[in-house]
T-cell receptor
Framework: KQEVTQIPAALSVPEGENLVLNCSFT??????LQWFRQDPGKGLTSLLL?????REQTSGRLNASLDKSSGRSTLYIAASQPGDSATYLC???????????FGKGTSLLVTP | DTAVSQTPKYLVTQMGNDKSIKCEQN?????MYWYKQDSKKFLKIMFS???????INETVPNRFSPKSPDKAHLNLHINSLELGDSAVYFC????????????FGSGTQLSVL
């Protein structure tokens, strides 16, 4: 059974810092890995999707990498802003199913 | 226009009642999902429908019954509500199944008293 772990559970940084969020998964047989953002009281917004054949994806200040063999992904946020404060969730779509397996998220606070 | 909309946003009810949550997507997607987010914020798949056909049914009590009248709708009916059913329920959709981005609704916070 696929298990997804995110470290750290919470992170507080001053505005302007670059930061890295980590995600690990136990079964490397995946279709893709997705990073989501969740704001309090709201649904999830898809940030980046990395197919199993890809190594990274970029969108603006966000860069996500994927190392399938080691079961790891990182989400890099450059020049963080207070508006980046949210919970970031990593989710893996395994070959054995159609649904995403989520990690418990990293709660990010960017202080002005 | 909201892509994935679910109603109601909040639902407060007594134990033993029956309630429904509705979900609609206007993205033309083929696959819809129900996820449950518990008090520890952990998201877990409950059901998935592709073209109105059930393709995933995780270990969910049979008090929960999804219904998909058409591709754009996936409703969730819950019988005999229990305290442990209190959670946030999210509807989502994707174009296909395995390799597509998921689009989520804003959630329904269910509180069972």
């Amino acid at each position: 059974k696929q298990e997804v772990t995110q470290i750290p559970a919470a992170l507080s940084v001053p505005e302007g810092e670059n930061l890295v969020l980590n995600c690990s998964f136990t079964d490397s047989a995946i279709y893709n890995l997705q990073w989501f953002r969740q704001d309090p009281g709201k649904g999830l917004t898809s940030l980046l999707l990395i197919q199993s054949s890809q190594r990274e994806q970029t969108s603006g200040r966000l860069n996500a990498s994927l190392d399938k063999s080691s079961g790891r992904s990182t989400l890099y946020i450059a020049a963080s802003q207070p508006g980046d404060s949210a919970t970031y969730l990593c989710a893996v779509n395994s070959n054995s199913g159609y649904a995403l397996n989520f990690g418990k998220g990293t709660s990010l606070l960017v202080t002005p | 226009d909201t892509a994935v909309s679910q109603t109601p946003k909040y639902l407060v009810t007594q134990m033993g009642n029956d309630k429904s949550i509705k979900c609609e997507q206007n993205l033309g997607h083929d696959t819809m999902y129900w996820y449950k987010q518990d008090s520890k914020k952990f998201l877990k798949i409950m059901f998935s429908y592709n073209n109105k056909e059930l393709i995933i049914n995780e270990t969910v009590p049979n008090r929960f019954s999804p219904k998909s009248p058409d591709k754009a709708h996936l409703n969730l009916h819950i019988n005999s509500l229990e305290l442990g059913d209190s959670a946030v329920y999210f509807c989502a959709s994707s174009l296909g199944t395995a390799n597509e981005k998921l689009f989520f609704g804003s959630g329904t916070q269910l509180s069972v008293l």
